[in-house]
């Protein structure tokens, strides 16, 4: 397959257009013309771009890529490493951050969807179709302990809760993969019984107190990597290439 057929249809199935985001999405780093091995994950690491490498991979697609808003634009230290790699092995660099997130079946949120059995998923800021947090619901109501235990062994990873002051069932719950732990105030506000993120503030435990929505706090890394498994799965089943996801754990 050729780079600028995979990267049109990157595009066009992730339409990066769409949303406004912290960092360029699709092709960061150029390299081979020729696609046959790609490799997915969730963040560029030098432990992924070593193992790309070693995969003979000629496209990395991430979740997290390189040149973020505000960050520095020196390429030095861990930074001239990674990219150094990259070029060196003419590996093709793309990374799709908040259009993972949102996509209606890869998506990192569509994909605890699944996960967790939760039904109608719609977006959780009214009026925006694109709401990166969403909200949905149980077939039937669950206990605090029961939907922490579920993300839990879900995820593999044991799960933080902050309780909601009247320990009310949970029938109706919102989501946002990675660090959405602010959507929790809108959450509450729209009456919904319990919201999930990756990772917590300090006024998050304030909010769920308050305003009486329990809190799960699941890990960045840990609610982020199904839009990149799911994303390999898609590319063997709809491309010319051999496509591999590759965990790099994280506990955070």
């Known amino acids: ?51 790309a490498i070693a995969e003979k991979a000629d496209a990395l697609v991430v979740h997290h890529g390189f040149f973020w808003k505000n960050e520095s634009y020196v390429i030095r230290g861990m930074k001239h490493k990674r990219i150094k790699a990259l070029l060196e092995n003419d ?28 039904n109608n998923v719609a977006p959780l800021e009214t009026g925006n179709a694109l709401s990166v947090a969403v909200r949905g619901d149980f077939n039937s109501a669950l206990t605090a302990l029961e939907l922490e235990q579920r993300i839990s062994k879900q995820l593999d990873r044991s799960c933080m809760h902050i309780a909601a002051p009247s320990n009310k069932k949970i029938k109706t719950v919102a989501w946002c993969s990675g660090g959405g732990q602010s959507y929790i105030e809108l959450a509450a506000e729209l009456g919904i019984d319990a919201f999930i993120s990756g990772e917590v503030s300090e006024q998050t435990t304030h909010v769920a107190r308050e305003m009486d929505i329990h809190f799960y706090c699941a890990g960045h890394h840990a609610t982020e990597r199904y ?7 898609h590319f063997n089943q709809h491309l010319p290439v051999d496509a591999k996801f590759i965990d790099i754990d994280n506990p955070a």
Do not use: R, W
Request: hydrophobic content about 45%.
């Open 1 to 51: 397959m050729q780079l600028n057929e995979f990267e049109q249809y990157l595009n066009t199935l992730l339409k990066p257009e769409q949303i406004k985001d912290f960092c360029p999405n699709g092709l960061q780093i150029q390299g081979t013309n020729n696609i046959n091995k790609v490799i997915t994950g969730v963040t560029a690491t030098q432990d992924l771009i070593d193992l």
């Open 227 to 233: 839009g990149a498994k799911a994303l390999a799965a």
């Open 91 to 118: 590996i093709n660099l793309f990374a799709y951050h908040l259009p993972l997130d949102i996509h209606p079946t890869l998506g990192n949120n569509a994909q605890l969807a699944e996960l967790f059995s939760i």
